[in-house]
């Protein structure tokens, strides 16, 4: 045997663990392996909402800020092999240490991010429902681990890390390039940032005026109407907000604009539907020209501070766009850690950044589940108590937008509700919950002590909302303030599905509660006509006695208010997840309620169902074969509207209508 082959290495060299070199290495994996899985498994949504220069934008941010994790990383790993040199361990042992340290967790992650991606298109694809448990997700988070260390035990660590530094190091420069693209594209689209854009000045005026009230706007998520029995005398989840209808307006007949949070929030700040706003998807802003067409846009201009907090990102201001319109945003403070690292990537407001860490998010919320197992971390109190230091007389009324989080999954309620419909050793952990899930006919059973605990969810928040007008009436603002409860959409525990969101327009999903107090009203009224969530924005301009916003969708609800008649006009909700603004309207589920019947047309499949509403309120028997003159009305009111919506949408976005 020749002498250079007798000291070839039997196994692949490591190079040695240095700053620069761990840094690349790490830059390298997250941004050439783990962000292009993470986009692919969602760019179809992007895209429905986005440009290309807009992504791209995204795209070069995310890259920039990659660097950040990239070497802390790598910091941290050199960290480690230095202080075990320190500590006597040879260089040689070291290196492999502060290797494992960088490479491991980056090859988990992106591992765990192609798992991620492909389920995702997986159930996009055969339009399944492949839900996993929060407890089969960390079951396969502890699988995956113990995998790598079975795999890895002995000398291999040292050959896998030998074998995947040298390919990752040559694609450095590719790196740098696209790092140094990146920077010029910032420099060229540079994106708002919600800390350093200065909201509109307003101009000084008396507080709490008969002219110019407080105005509160409360609004709790996933709230169903017929769960929360707020207006009427019957039984009731929400003593408190019974007690405010009773010196208010209560509207039992109340429709959300969608069967999720973008969407109805959005249309909560412009008096816009949907297929006008554009906010469709879960990811997805307004349509640029409506961020600026707001009810704080407007109450500002007269004067008004407006605040926003919100406990779920999807409605808040920095989501929608229209962050800069307010004086103060601000998402509700909370324990969870799924929660965190969107809220800081939502200072990057005009971007997508905070749904990029799809994949590793679940990773959080599944911490959350174990780390909160029997209490909610987005109590309502959360929010309302972020609000408190905000309600000081300054001189100027104020617009507050506050949006608290439960009774939305998980069903949680507090110690002073829990028990009270399902007894203890039921469905008392998060853990042991479905979430958002198609649900076989077997299970509803199950389903229905899901719904007792939901109950139980409303009342807790129906508590924190005492609480909090009871601290309004204490400092002497409730009478005189003018003050609006609602929801954004309900809940389903019936047609095979519980949740909301997805295609589902039926009662239980769209119909919430409305409540309205007039500054000094006393008497309280239920008004039984269909109204819109699109009509809370012309309703609270006519009330201060301004103009509606330009192209409002809604209508005044002011007659009602003050005990007169409101004339029947039809109401529409939809769910437009899959329509992208730069296409024709060809896609989504779209209902109009006209007095007390009601039609559902599936846009793609051209099917149309038909439901008296009076006789059959849980829409179990459709009408429509029976009634062909009544559906072909409906639906032809339905596709005008939905004709003039795609006039719009090309006219803005392009496209052949």
């Given amino acids: 045997m020749n002498a250079s082959a007798s000291t070839r290495p039997l196994r692949p060299d490591l190079p040695p663990a240095r700053l620069r070199t761990a840094f690349g290495v790490a830059f390298v994996a997250l941004g050439l392996f783990w962000m292009p899985w993470m986009l692919l498994r969602q760019v179809d949504a992007f895209l429905a909402f986005q440009t290309p220069a807009e992504l791209g934008r995204d795209v070069a941010l995310a890259l920039i800020l990659l660097t950040l994790p990239a070497l802390l990383l790598a910091a941290t790993s050199i960290g480690i092999g230095w202080l075990l040199q320190r500590r006597g361990l040879p260089a040689e042992r070291a290196d492999v240490v502060a290797w494992a340290t960088t490479l491991l967790p980056l090859t988990w992650i992106c591992v765990w991010q192609f798992g991620s991606a492909s389920w995702a298109w997986l159930k996009l694809v055969t339009d399944g429902d492949f839900a996993l448990s929060a407890t089969a997700r960390l079951a396969a988070v502890s ?20 074998r995947l530094v040298p390919p990752l190091r040559s694609l450095q420069r590719v790196a740098i390039a696209l790092l140094v693209v990146s920077v010029g594209w910032l420099i060229a689209h540079p994106p708002r940032l919600t800390l ?7 101009a000084p005026r008396p507080a709490n005026t008969p002219a110019q009230p407080d105005i509160y706007l409360l609004t709790i998520d996933t709230l169903a109407a017929e769960d929360a029995a707020v207006c009427g005398d019957g039984p009731t989840t929400m003593p408190r907000l019974r007690a405010l209808a009773a010196r208010a307006t209560c509207f039992d007949r109340h429709y959300a604009s969608s069967n999720f949070t973008t969407p109805s929030t959005s249309t909560m700040e412009t008096g816009v539907l949907p297929w006008t706003h554009w906010g469709v998807q879960i990811v997805a802003k307004m349509a640029p020209a409506m961020r600026g067409q707001t009810l704080a846009s407007q109450l500002r201009a007269q004067g008004y501070e407006a605040h926003s907090i919100s406990a779920n990102l999807m409605a808040s201001p920095r989501h929608h766009g229209s962050f800069d319109e307010y004086t103060t945003q601000a998402i509700a403070p909370s324990p969870s850690l799924g929660l965190q690292p969107r809220v800081a990537l939502s200072t ?6 905070p749904f990029w860490l799809s994949g590793l998010i679940p990773l959080l919320d599944t911490l959350d589940v174990h780390l909160f197992p029997e209490r909610s971390p987005f109590a309502p109190a959360y929010t309302y108590d972020a609000a408190l230091p905000l309600l000081a007389d300054n001189g100027r009324p104020r617009f507050f937008w506050l949006h608290t989080l439960p009774p939305h999954d998980p069903y949680l309620p507090p110690p002073s509700t ?5 007894p203890e050793g039921q469905l008392d952990r998060w853990s042991e919950m479905l979430g958002m899930t198609r649900y076989p006919a077997r299970q509803q059973a199950l389903i229905d002590k899901h719904r007792l605990r939901y109950r139980e969810s409303i009342m807790g928040a129906d508590e924190a909302l005492g609480r909090f007008l009871d601290e309004l009436d204490r400092q002497g603002k409730l009478d005189n303030a003018l003050v609006i409860v609602t929801s954004d959409h309900g809940e389903s525990f019936e047609r095979g599905y519980i949740g909301h969101a997805g295609d589902w327009l039926h009662e239980a999903v769209v119909r919430v509660p409305l409540v309205i107090k007039l500054p000094g009203q006393r008497t309280g009224r239920v008004v039984s006509t269909p109204v819109s969530l699109a009509d809370l924005v012309p309703t609270v301009s006519d009330v201060l006695g301004l103009p509606a916003l330009p192209g409002v969708d809604g209508r005044s609800l002011k007659p009602a208010l003050l005990g007169g008649e409101l004339q029947p006009q039809p109401v529409f909700t939809m769910a437009m997840e899959r329509q992208s603004r730069f296409r024709p309207l060809r896609a989504g589920h779209y209902a109009v309620i006209d007095g007390d019947l009601k039609l559902v047309l599936h846009l793609a499949e051209q099917r149309a169902e038909l439901y008296d509403l009076a006789q059959d309120p849980r829409e179990q028997h459709d009408i429509a074969a029976r009634q062909p003159a009544v559906a072909k009305r409906l639906r032809g009111l339905l596709e005008a509207r939905l004709a003039d919506a795609e006039r719009r949408r090309a006219a803005q976005f392009g496209g052949s209508p």
């Fill in 143 to 162: 699988g995956l681990l113990v995998v790598s260390v079975l795999a890895l035990r002995g000398g291999r660590l040292k050959v896998f890390l030998a």
């Fill in 196 to 202: 350093l854009t200065p909201a509109p000045a307003s």
């Fill in 348 to 353: 990057l407001a005009d971007t997508t950044l």
């Fill in 418 to 422: 829990k028990h009270k419909l399902l």
